[in-house]
């Protein structure tokens, strides 16, 4: 019997109608024998709608967190009222529903006394969306006849206490796995799930980062030993580049675990960069389709590439981003520099996403996200003090509005050329190249240009991923 794990996003579950195409998708598999799980996010939209209202009530607003309350009871009564036959069933929905909206409430009305919005309140109102949208869907799929039972995350994922962006505990995770949910599919359920969020071993709730439903959706496909993983997203699959910079863009009919990590690490918006560690440890099939488009056969994720005419695959960048360098002629052959550079860092809460050295150890960069930037500066700044002062390091200096442009493709490991092809690039469209990195396992290339070569970039390189090499 095959057993499969379906993800479904924010636009999949916005409406209505489109959880009507959701629970067509999931009927079809579920009667043709297979074991389904369905892991859902909040309704399109609820996420911002509930971050916004969250610090609203910190800062007093009374008006806006009582708007979104209204807002959310009308928008998943709406949906019920659509899709089930009015009843117990609906009723019993509804009115879980309006205990969540006051729980909402609740919330917001202890924020607006202490106001202050802690990241432990915080995900508990953020978990609010999930938690919404799967009571509504499990009810919309009784209908038709399915077993459907809705689960709280809270009670299958564990995680550390790092709120906001917690840490998988896998060890606790795969025994509750084991505890709740295995028997449920045994049972014959079709578990209806809330991605996004875990708890910690108090029994505090978390979420997983933005756009965490998908990573919730591997960790259960993976603890379930699952011989499939489908997210259901609003496009075709993983696309050669961003179709809104070039409109030649196309879908890739496969790519490795590999080639899909660094094109999530690097911007790509189809699947949460953490997505693919637990399903690749399991050797599990993920595909990309779309919720709208059922017939298209999607993006396959696997463990190898499929072959393909171009050695580059796929273009991918992130705008908004800082460039630091430390430089000085003391720094050479002093260790620790860059540990130390890395340290100060993470103190800040920012993210490395490349780093580059000259191997005559005068200097390094790397590179953040702009809202971190300046403060990362001012970190390093106080960090190398003493050696700013003595002349061993000579500048800490911020590049501001620059952006990463990544080339992927497995093709490139061993063939030659392929750099000389991707900078020649660059150098006819009159493009400056400011710091380069490739990692040993030569999959991808990337660098940094000036954000207003962005676009120009982006189309440029993504005319080696569509002709043959």
Same mark, same amino acid.
């Given at each position: 019997?095959?057993?499969?794990? *379906?993800?479904?996003?924010?636009?999949?579950?916005?409406?209505?109608?489109?959880?009507?195409?959701?629970?067509?998708?999931?009927?079809?598999?579920?009667e043709s024998g297979s074991q389904v799980i369905a892991v859902v996010s909040a309704m399109a939209g609820v996420t911002d709608l509930l971050t916004t209202a969250a610090q609203a009530a910190a800062e007093g607003r009374r008006g806006v967190w009582q708007e979104t309350a209204r807002e959310?009871?009308?928008?998943?009564?709406?949906?019920?009222?659509?899709?089930?036959?009015?009843?117990?069933?609906?009723?019993?929905?509804?009115?879980?529903?309006?205990?969540?909206? $006051?729980?909402?409430?609740?919330?917001?009305?202890?924020?607006?006394?202490?106001?202050?919005?802690?990241?432990?309140?915080?995900?508990?109102?953020?978990?609010?969306?999930?938690?919404?949208?799967?009571?509504?869907?499990?009810?919309?799929?009784?209908?038709?006849?399915?077993?459907?039972?809705?689960?709280?995350?809270?009670?299958?994922?564990?995680?550390?206490?790092?709120?906001?962006?917690?840490?998988?505990?896998?060890?606790?995770?795969?025994?509750? *796995?084991?505890?709740?949910?295995?028997?449920?599919?045994?049972?014959?359920?079709?578990?209806?799930?809330?991605?996004?969020?875990?708890?910690?071993?108090?029994?505090?709730?978390?979420?997983?980062?933005?756009?965490?439903?998908?990573?919730?959706?591997?960790?259960?496909?993976?603890?379930?030993?699952?011989?499939?993983?489908?997210?259901?997203?609003?496009?075709?699959?993983? *696309?050669?580049?961003?179709?809104?910079?070039?409109?030649?863009?196309?879908?890739?009919?496969?790519?490795?675990?590999?080639?899909?990590?660094?094109?999530?690490?690097?911007?790509?918006?189809?699947?949460?960069?953490?997505?693919?560690?637990?399903?690749?440890?399991?050797?599990?099939?993920?595909?990309?389709?779309?919720?709208?488009?059922?017939?298209?056969?999607?993006?396959?994720?696997?463990?190898?590439?499929? &072959?393909?005419?171009?050695?580059?695959?796929?273009?991918?960048?992130? &705008?908004?981003?800082?460039?630091?360098?430390v430089s000085g002629s003391g720094m050479m052959g002093v260790p620790g520099i860059a540990g130390r550079a890395f340290l100060a860092t993470a103190r800040v809460g920012a993210n490395i996403l490349m780093i580059s050295q000259a191997s005559s150890e005068q200097s390094f960069c790397f590179?953040?996200?702009?809202?971190?930037?300046?403060?990362?500066?001012?970190?390093?700044?106080?960090?190398?003090?003493?050696?700013?002062?003595?002349?061993?390091?000579?500048?800490?200096?911020?590049?501001?509005?620059?952006?990463?442009?990544?080339?992927?493709?497995?093709?490139?490991?061993?063939?030659?050329?392929?750099?000389?092809?991707?900078?020649?690039?660059?150098?006819?469209?009159?493009?400056?190249?400011? $710091?380069?990195?490739?990692?040993?396992?030569?999959?991808?290339?990337?660098?940094?240009?000036?954000?207003?070569?962005?676009?120009?970039?982006?189309?440029?390189?993504?005319?080696?991923?569509?002709?043959?090499?």
């Amino acid at each position: 019997m095959q057993r499969i794990t *379906m993800k479904f996003g924010g636009t999949s579950v916005g409406s209505a109608d489109a959880i009507r195409q959701v629970i067509d998708i999931l009927y079809t598999r579920f009667e043709s024998g297979s074991q389904v799980i369905a892991v859902v996010s909040a309704m399109a939209g609820v996420t911002d709608l509930l971050t916004t209202a969250a610090q609203a009530a910190a800062e007093g607003r009374r008006g806006v967190w009582q708007e979104t309350a209204r807002e959310l009871r009308q928008r998943h009564a709406e949906v019920l009222q659509a899709l089930v036959t009015e009843g117990a069933q609906r009723e019993i929905a509804q009115r879980e529903v309006d205990t969540l909206v $006051a729980e909402f409430e609740d919330l917001c009305g202890a924020l607006a006394v202490v106001a202050e919005l802690t990241p432990r309140v915080h995900d508990l109102i953020l978990a609010l969306g999930e938690r919404l949208s799967s009571r509504v869907i499990a009810t919309a799929l009784c209908g038709p006849g399915v077993p459907a039972r809705q689960y709280d995350a809270t009670h299958l994922i564990v995680t550390d206490d790092q709120h906001q962006n917690a840490n998988v505990e896998f060890n606790r995770t795969q025994v509750c *796995m084991d505890r709740v949910l295995l028997p449920a599919l045994e049972r014959g359920e079709l578990p209806v799930i809330t991605g996004f969020i875990g708890r910690t071993p108090e029994g505090a709730t978390t979420t997983l980062g933005r756009g965490g439903s998908d990573y919730s959706a591997a960790l259960i496909a993976a603890a379930c030993h699952c011989n499939e993983l489908i997210i259901w997203t609003d496009v075709d699959g993983v *696309m050669t580049t961003d179709p809104r910079i070039d409109p030649r863009a196309r879908v890739l009919s496969q790519v490795s675990y590999q080639e899909v990590g660094e094109l999530a690490f690097y911007g790509a918006k189809v699947l949460h960069p953490r997505t693919v560690q637990p399903v690749q440890e399991r050797n599990i099939p993920l595909r990309v389709r779309n919720t709208f488009n059922p017939t298209h056969e999607g993006t396959l994720i696997a463990s190898q590439s499929a &072959p393909s005419a171009t050695v580059i695959k796929a273009v991918t960048s992130v &705008p908004h981003v800082g460039l630091l360098t430390v430089s000085g002629s003391g720094m050479m052959g002093v260790p620790g520099i860059a540990g130390r550079a890395f340290l100060a860092t993470a103190r800040v809460g920012a993210n490395i996403l490349m780093i580059s050295q000259a191997s005559s150890e005068q200097s390094f960069c790397f590179v953040v996200l702009d809202d971190r930037a300046h403060a990362v500066q001012h970190a390093l700044q106080g960090e190398f003090t003493d050696e700013i002062d003595h002349r061993l390091i000579e500048h800490v200096e911020l590049l501001e509005d620059v952006v990463i442009l990544t080339a992927v493709g497995s093709g490139m490991r061993g063939t030659p050329g392929i750099a000389g092809r991707v900078f020649t690039t660059m150098g006819a469209q009159a493009i400056n190249v400011v $710091a380069i990195a490739q990692g040993a396992s030569e999959c991808s290339i990337s660098f940094v240009v000036d954000e207003a070569n962005h676009e120009k970039a982006v189309i440029a390189l993504h005319e080696l991923a569509l002709e043959p090499v």
